[in-house]
């Protein structure tokens, strides 16, 4: 299907950074609940992430990722989620997180 440059302006994706990080053994697959902050205009996101294979809730405080920020909040378990935290499959069909290259000011709007 192709869209347009517009369909593709609707999509908010901004940079943020991971601030914390635990566990989610209530997920149906196994997850980590994350807390991103998305800068001064958003503020603090909660998501949860099937990440369990590449990542451990330690090791990714302070790590930027790309997320959604403009989905309607999803009940994920206990969780409500606010944004959706972007990755691509490995080869073994596993999340790897997107990020960009350099430290970024958070919030900053992926064009």
Known sequence: MTITFDDFLKVDIRVGR???AEPFPEARKPAIKLWVDLGPELGVKKSSAQIT?????????GRQV??????????????????????????ENE?????????????????
């Open 53 to 61: 294979r590449h990542y451990t809730p330690e090791a990714l405080i």
């Open 95 to 111: 999340v790897v997180l997107l990020a960009p290259d350099q430290d970024v000011p958070l919030g900053g709007r992926l064009y």
């Open 66 to 91: 790309l997320a959604v920020v403009n989905f309607p909040p999803r009940q994920i378990g206990p969780v409500m989620s606010e944004v959706l935290v972007l990755g691509v499959p490995d080869a």
């Open 18 to 20: 991971i601030v914390q």
